[in-house]
Nanobody, 123 residues
Framework: QVQLVESGGGLVQAGGSLRLSCAAS????????VGWFRQAPEKEREFVAR????????FYADSVKGRFTLSRDNAKNTVILQMDSLKPEDTAVYYC????????????????WGQGTQVTVSS
């Protein structure tokens, strides 16, 4: 079992950057794939990016490809979502989620979720 805590959200102007962290407690973190999802007001939660347990494989939603970068440090039980060139449409609550095994873009496959961190991008 793993517990996840996100941090790093905040208010930034369009074109700016934010760095979100997902800190995990528990053992064998490298066996957990991690996905990031976001939910804007009055919208459904959507996939943002995912990373394999080893960190060797990443995949991004088309809406963030080229602007967001996902990485992880298993020695520190941390996953980092670097967000650059932010746009107002990136405004949402961002969640990290974990599952043992293969990473997925589908939120229903994730067993463990953080509480979320708010990202607001002003125009």
């Amino acid at each position: 079992q793993v517990q996840l805590v996100e941090s790093g959200g905040g208010l930034v102007q369009a074109g700016g950057s934010l760095r979100l962290s997902c800190a995990a407690s528990g053992r064998a973190f490298s066996s957990y794939a991690v996905g990031w999802f976001r939910q804007a007001p009055e919208k459904e939660r959507e996939f943002v990016a995912r990373i394999s347990g080893s960190g060797g494989s990443t995949f991004y939603a088309d809406s963030v490809k080229g602007r967001f970068t996902l990485s992880r440090d298993n020695a520190k039980n941390t996953v980092i979502l670097q967000m650059d060139s932010l746009k107002p449409e990136d405004t949402a609550v961002y969640y990290c989620a974990g599952r043992q095994g293969v990473a997925s873009s589908h939120q229903n496959f994730y067993n463990y979720w953080g509480q979320g961190t708010q990202v607001t991008v002003s125009s």
